[in-house]
């Protein structure tokens, strides 16, 4: 093999390596969250932007709390709420969650707070046992996202507040 040869092969080794050494520090950080069948993902705390693909791995998980900051975050006091508008501005924009998230078919609460979440997964109606949603305090249209919110068959609390959405919308 010629040098420019052995240099591509290295580059290439050296690229796959680094992705599953990703993969491996993504994993090791969400274990060390895990507590029992909960998992807490203070994504702030974490100097983490986005949810990590690898999610999807942790099947036996019940309970996944997903928020900027671990502890009490104080808000805007609820007479600020009006007329639907949009008041709370959160310290973070992930944008989306990862679609690996249909793979916790054992999950009954899914909190994603305050970490400027723009749009739910589309797969999101697989979690068949969620029975509390929590995203509250994020950067979605509602509107937008109450079709994929009503195929959750077993749902029996969600919290919306802190979003973009009018209220007629909402009584339907």
């Not at 999610?55 to 671990?70: A, H, P, T, W």
């Not at 979690?127 to 950067?139: G, M, R, T």
Request: hydrophobic share 40%; glycine share 6%.
């Amino acid at each position: 093999m010629n040098r420019i040869g052995l240099i591509k092969v290295v580059m290439v080794f050296g690229l796959v390596s680094m992705l599953a050494c990703g993969r491996n520090q993504n994993i090791t950080m969400i274990e060390s969250h895990i507590s029992g069948d909960t998992l807490v993902l203070p994504l702030c705390n974490l100097n983490l932007e986005n949810v990590p693909e690898e999610i999807g791995e942790f099947k036996e998980l019940k309970v996944l709390r997903v928020v900027c900051r671990d502890g009490w975050t104080l808000g805007p006091p609820l007479s600020s709420l009006g007329d639907g508008n949009k008041v709370f501005e959160p310290e973070m924009r992930i944008g989306h969650f990862p679609e690996s998230v249909k793979e916790l078919k054992k999950l009954k609460v899914l909190t994603i707070s305050q970490v400027g979440l723009k749009t739910l997964p589309n797969e999101l109606h697989k979690l068949e046992k969620l029975e509390y949603l929590d995203i509250s305090d994020n950067a979605m249209t509602i509107s937008d996202e109450l079709h994929k919110i009503e195929k959750l068959k077993s749902l029996k609390r969600v919290i919306l507040i802190g979003n973009y959405y009018e209220l007629p919308e909402i009584e339907k």
